[in-house]
């Protein structure tokens, strides 16, 4: 099985399917071009092929991310205006690191991201 991810004009994920092994293979081969023409057949629009572990395009689309034809890649909505794109990984990332404690204690600590200003507070 593999993962189709339908773009609208301005490159934004709408959808994403899974799409059966029959309709991919061309020549023996998987063939991400077989998988975008059966989706272009059934649902019309621009399609990109997607995977769950990250082998193609960085990130597993979701509704909503964006595909980046220059880093090929999918990249997730930016959750604050402060965090940065690492460029490796295609994800946002906070311009400070949360605190070393987070997760640890009885009940384990929390933080959430407080843009106003931008430092992790905890919860």
């Known amino acids: 099985m593999a993962h189709f991810a339908k773009l609208d004009e301005n490159n934004v994920v709408t959808q994403v399917i899974v799409v059966h092994n029959n309709d991919l293979i061309d020549n023996g081969q998987e063939s ?15 399609w ?9 395009r960085k990130n597993y689309a979701g509704i909503g991310y964006i595909y980046d034809s220059g880093r090929d890649a999918f990249i997730p909505p930016k959750p604050y205006n402060s965090w940065v794109l690492i460029e490796e990984t295609c994800q946002w990332k906070a311009p400070v690191d949360m605190p070393a404690d987070a997760g640890t204690g009885e009940p384990p ?3 959430s991201w407080d843009e106003a200003t ?3 507070v905890e919860a």
């Open 32 to 46: 991400e071009a077989k998988g975008t023409a059966f989706c272009q057949s059934l649902f019309g629009g621009n």
């Open 48 to 56: 990109k092929q997607t995977s769950y572990n990250g082998n193609i």
């Open 109 to 111: 600590k929390r933080y």
């Open 118 to 120: 931008t430092s992790w």
